[in-house]
């Protein structure tokens, strides 16, 4: 069955840089986009962007543009989101989500927690 | 900036019927946004229930549909069962980018 399996909590000081992972299992990892979603504490979703998996082509939303990198190992079949220059405003919850055949976000990862804090 | 817009919150009786419902800053919601949506439990991740308006994946309970109604993209839920309380979200998408709404947080009362 299709898992997505991401990295444990992380706790990091303002400024560092954090890389999250998303592993994926139960399919063929190169034949579905990954996105990626962050959660605020006690606040909505927000998609953060997408890679595909085929031609590890990033493109990120608005907002996630500069410190916020996508990437893969596709040897592995594993995702990764890199945050650089932590601010406070990052601690969040972020999420991999994969696509489907003919729809999006279909399968969702467990959550990464990311608190940065001095 | 483009604005999802859900309900903040809504009660209903178990057993009852409700509908949620997801509207667009830019007008109309058709099924070209692609809208979905999402049940997330405080501590878990968000699970996919309709894609596409109203397709269901293999997971979703018969007493979720999806639709669109008066210009909005539409989650009804028949026969609510006490372990439907949860947030829900809609995602819609424009031109390369998804948006999600904010949220409607259901209670079962």
């Known amino acids: 069955q299709v898992q997505l399996v991401q990295s444990g909590s992380e706790l990091k000081k303002p400024g560092a840089s954090v890389k999250v992972s998303c592993k994926a299992s139960g399919y063929t990892f190169t034949n579905y986009a990954m996105n990626w979603v962050r959660q605020a504490p006690g606040q909505g979703l927000e998609w953060m962007g997408y890679i595909s998996t085929k031609s590890g082509n990033p493109t990120y939303a608005q907002g996630f543009t500069g410190r916020f990198v996508f990437s893969l190992d596709t040897s592995v079949s594993t995702a990764y989101l890199q945050i650089s220059s932590l601010e406070a405003e990052d601690t969040a919850v972020y999420y991999c989500?994969?696509?489907?055949?003919?729809?999006?976000?279909?399968?969702w990862g467990q959550g990464t927690l990311v608190t940065v804090s001095s | 900036q483009t604005v999802v817009t859900q309900e903040p919150s809504l009660t209903v009786s178990p057993g009852g019927t409700v509908t949620l419902t997801c509207a667009s800053s830019t007008g109309a919601v058709t099924s070209g946004y692609y809208p979905n949506w999402f049940q997330q439990k405080p501590g878990q991740a968000p699970r996919a229930l309709i894609y596409?308006?109203?397709n269901k994946h293999s997971w979703t309970p018969a007493r979720f549909s999806g639709s669109l109604l008066g210009g909005k993209a539409a989650l009804t839920l028949s026969g609510v069962q006490p372990e439907d309380e949860a947030e829900y979200y809609c995602?819609?998408?424009?031109?390369?980018?998804?948006?999600f709404g904010g949220g409607t947080k259901l209670t079962v009362l």
């Open positions: 995602l819609l998408y424009y031109n390369g980018a998804w948006v």
């Open positions: 596409t308006t109203s």
């Open positions: 989500a994969r696509d489907c055949t003919s729809c999006h976000f279909g399968y």
